[in-house]
């Protein structure tokens, strides 16, 4: 199984309707993020939290919002979809240990028509 | 601000033809630089973490070298298998967000 995992992997949906993606993992970190991801544009920070009780907002909050209902989950909700929001989500939590990586889900591909 | 540009966009290369890839980069007190592999349709999968001038990591075909201004992947003999989009990005000190550049498309032709 992966170490983080997201669903759906993907979704299609229509502009106006409210979509949840949902993110869990088993490293036991407690800091997680949401990202996007656009052609051309690289990786864009969208939410960040460092336990149940601490949410941050990134670059390109708006329209977004989330929820951290355990530190191994963190959920990513767009209350109504329009079509520049179509991309790539990716979750990913961050390892504070000397290497300071980020560990990525495998993506949620994301069309709003 | 910090930034981070990364170039070419994109990179094609014979197999066996070494070549370097460019990140520069700005920001206030470096906590760490670093590279990330992504596969099409997966999440970007860690390389290599550097944190001050001078430093050097290898894995395999990969070197990543760091300056004040910018860090250098250089791969060298290049085989198929390493086609990949490249990632940059760093954190500064006392930060908790990673900032990523565009990424460099490498392409390895057989």
């Known amino acids: 199984d992966a170490d983080v995992t997201q669903t759906p992997r993907n979704r299609i949906t229509k502009t106006g309707k409210r979509i949840m993606l949902e993110c869990s993992q088993t490293k036991g970190h407690d800091r997680m993020y949401w990202y996007r991801q656009d052609p051309g544009l690289g990786l864009r920070l969208i939410y960040y939290?460092?336990?149940?009780?601490?949410?941050n907002k990134g670059e390109i909050s708006d329209g977004y919002s989330v929820s951290r209902q355990a530190q191994a989950k963190f959920s990513l909700s767009l209350e109504s979809a329009i079509p520049n929001q179509t991309a790539l989500y990716f979750c990913?939590?961050?390892?504070?240990?000397?290497?300071?990586?980020?560990?990525f889900g495998e993506g949620s591909r994301l069309t709003v028509l | 601000e910090d930034q981070v540009t990364q170039s070419p966009e994109a990179l094609r290369l014979q197999e066996g033809e070494s070549s370097s890839l460019n990140c520069s980069y700005t920001?206030?007190?470096?906590?760490?630089l670093f590279w990330y592999r992504q596969d099409p349709g997966k999440g970007p999968e860690f390389l290599f973490t550097?944190?001050?001038a001078g430093e050097e990591k290898e894995k395999e075909r990969l070197k990543a070298t760091l300056t004040k201004k910018e860090s250098f992947l250089h791969i060298t003999a290049p085989k198929p298998e390493d086609s990949a989009t490249y990632l940059c990005?760093?954190?500064?000190?006392?930060?908790?967000?990673?900032?990523f550049g565009a990424g460099t498309r490498l392409f390895v032709k057989a």
């Open positions: 939290s460092f336990d149940v009780k601490d949410i």
């Open positions: 990005a760093v954190r500064r000190n006392g930060g908790f967000k990673t900032i």
């Open positions: 550097l944190y001050s």
């Open positions: 920001v206030s007190g470096l906590r760490g």
């Open positions: 990913a939590t961050l390892d504070r240990s000397n290497t300071g990586e980020l560990f």
